[in-house]
């Protein structure tokens, strides 16, 4: 017997906003049966398939130490430093460049409430070198 991961929760201040943050970040969308709005203390977003969901809680205090997990991100096309501009341009905040001269490694960044994760190369990347 083993257990599946229904979904992945975060607190937040502001649950919506995460949730639109998010949703650009991944292309995840709302249920349109129960799509989010404005002031919703939770806020539900999930992959085209809704094999992936994220469910971002509304909580009265703000994050106070490093992330205990995270996500590590991977473009879907394109290049890890192209997504990094799309992702800095979403909001996003470089908070490390883990970057390698040889072109390995990863840049950690925060969401817009602080909450850390990592943007790694594309598989096309890896295989390059």
Not at 99 to 121: K, M, S, Y
């Amino acid at each position: 017997m083993t257990a599946l991961i229904s979904h992945t929760s975060f607190d937040s201040l502001d649950a919506f906003a995460q949730s639109v943050f998010w949703s650009e970040v991944l292309g995840f969308r709302d249920d349109p049966q129960d799509p989010n709005n404005p002031g919703d203390e939770e806020c539900m977003i999930a992959s085209d398939d809704g094999a992936q969901r994220l469910l971002f809680l509304q909580v009265p205090n703000a994050k106070q130490i490093k992330n205990r997990v995270h996500l590590d991100l991977k473009p879907a096309e394109g290049t890890r430093d192209r997504e990094l501009q799309r992702l800095l341009g979403l909001g996003a905040r470089q908070v490390a460049d883990r970057r390698v001269a040889d072109g390995t490694g990863w840049v950690v960044l925060a969401d817009p409430e602080g909450n850390e994760f990592c943007i790694l190369r594309s598989d096309a990347e890896r295989g390059q070198r």
